[in-house]
């Protein structure tokens, strides 16, 4: 019996995956079809992929060809595979040609060519066109028009900003913000955050989908008021905070929360740069606030007991450095923020069993240790990650757009609950400066 293996993504099967299927299986008798798994694809660069494991294997199965389906998880592992099945023939199409020559030393290896005019590329650029404007003068948004570029569908349609400078002629550049929201579906926006209230309510009010950089409001009321508006608008309003799609992150979280460390009893986070908070720049609780915030929500929630906020000011409303100290119930937080201050930027998640180290700087997670008493019991997890997390964050914001869902990683609730924080920073509640 001659065996055939075969690899692919199959996301959005169409008519060119059909052929290259029919073509492998009639090489032998036997066809193995690998379907690459979320992780694997993500850490070669794949981002788009619009369906899920279990869609691609059943699309696979749907079609009658395969005699057995496999997930390809990671690099390497098709030399495993072929010795494992005791494979004849490895083929894929002629996309491919020479990559894969090295398994010629295992098993003949067939590049089949490939059905012109047809992509899952295409297919999701087709589904999904996506007008995207940016506004602010965060440095950020050049970072974020960058890497919507990579998101197969979003189009960016009009900026609103100085730190741009030169880009793309095609694209409107205006100093009108209701000019811009006109022009496009969808709206990112990386404004001073006393200006974010008002330019998300004008952009829902218009029907555009918003994604503004945390926080949403300087209130947390307003935080409220902005997503009930979404809702009734049938517009998607995310909250930004790039660490929450990195996948080490969420790993980080299911481990926790799998206790994997046992109970959790406190999490530290710290967050600084040198480059100081001014007038016309963000200050360090709104600056990092956000970011340091989130793995305490994510891990403990938003019902803390009580809070205290110690802060340095070098003028009114603008912290050089703020520490948070959280009591829970059965745990406790510390949030250290600077901008004009040096820390290492480390997150601990400390537990009954043993705890989460992120090296620094941790949220740019693309890794972590789980540490234990015994040291030859420590784990170290890696996972790839590209663009700091922004283009996986674009694509979380397309697919809610498409399917009304929100995707986003961080609710509502987290939203609120950081918005509150910062509010009771402004007006001084559980405060004290230094
Ligand atoms: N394939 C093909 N003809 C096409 C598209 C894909 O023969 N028009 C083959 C590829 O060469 C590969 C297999 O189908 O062997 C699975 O390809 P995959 O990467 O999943 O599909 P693409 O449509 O190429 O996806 P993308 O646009 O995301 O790269």
Redesign the pocket.
């Known amino acids: 019996m001659v065996k055939v293996i ?6 959005l099967f ?4 059909r ?3 029919e073509r492998a299986k009639a090489l032998g008798d036997y066809l193995i079809v690998g379907v ?1 798994a979320e992780d694997y694809d993500k850490s070669r660069g ?1 981002i ?2 619009r369906q899920s494991l279990m869609e691609r294997i059943e699309a696979v199965r749907e079609s009658g060809i395969a005699d057995e389906i496999i997930v390809e998880e990671y690099e390497g592992q098709k030399i495993d595979d072929i010795r494992r099945y005791d494979i004849d023939i490895f ?6 040609v020479g990559k894969f020559d090295y398994l010629r030393e295992y098993c003949q290896v067939i590049y ?13 650029s087709e589904k999904r066109r996506l007008k995207l404007g940016f506004i602010g003068e965060s440095a950020v948004v050049k970072k974020f028009i960058r890497e919507s570029r990579l998101v197969n569908g979003i189009e960016t349609a009009g900026i609103r900003s100085n730190a741009v400078g030169r880009f793309d002629e095609e694209i409107l550049k205006t100093e009108d913000y209701g000019e811009l929201l006109e022009c496009v579906d969808a709206v990112y926006i990386a404004s001073l955050p006393q200006m974010h209230y008002a330019q998300i309510r004008q952009a829902l009010k218009m029907g555009k989908h918003v994604l503004c950089e945390s926080p949403v409001a300087t209130k947390a009321e307003e935080c409220m008021e902005l997503f009930r508006l979404a809702e009734e608008n049938g517009c998607v309003l995310m909250d930004s905070i790039k660490t929450a799609y990195s996948t080490a992150y969420a790993r980080l979280l299911l481990l926790a929360k799998g206790g994997k460390i046992g109970t959790v009893y406190s999490v530290d986070a710290t967050c600084t740069s040198l480059q100081a908070a001014t007038e016309d720049s963000w200050n360090s609780i709104c600056g990092w606030g956000p970011t340091a915030l989130l793995p305490v929500f994510n891990l403990l929630g938003t019902d803390y007991c009580s809070k205290s906020i110690i802060s340095h000011l070098k003028s009114e409303g603008y912290d050089q450095f703020t520490k948070i100290n959280f009591t829970y119930e059965h745990a406790v937080a510390t949030v250290k923020v600077g901008k004009g201050v040096k820390s290492e930027g480390e997150l601990i998640v400390s537990g009954t069993e043993g705890y989460i180290y992120v090296p620094a700087p941790w949220w740019k997670t693309d890794y972590f240790e789980i540490r234990y008493e015994d040291p030859a019991r420590n784990q170290r997890y890696f996972y790839q990650l590209d663009g700091e997390g922004i283009r996986y964050e674009l694509v979380a914001f397309c697919k809610a757009i498409e399917t009304g869902k929100n995707g986003s990683y961080i609710n509502k609730g987290i939203s609120e609950a950081i918005c509150g924080v910062v509010e009771d920073f402004y007006r001084k509640a559980d405060f004290l400066e230094i």
Do not use: M, P
């Not at 083929?91 to 491919?96: F, M, Q």
């Not at 089949?112 to 999701?124: A, F, K, N, P, Q």
């Open positions: 075969t690899y692919g993504t199959f996301d169409h008519y060119g995956h052929r290259l299927l690459t794949k788009n992929v083929t894929v199409g002629t996309d491919w089949l060519d490939r059905t012109e005019g047809v992509s899952s590329t295409e297919i999701r």
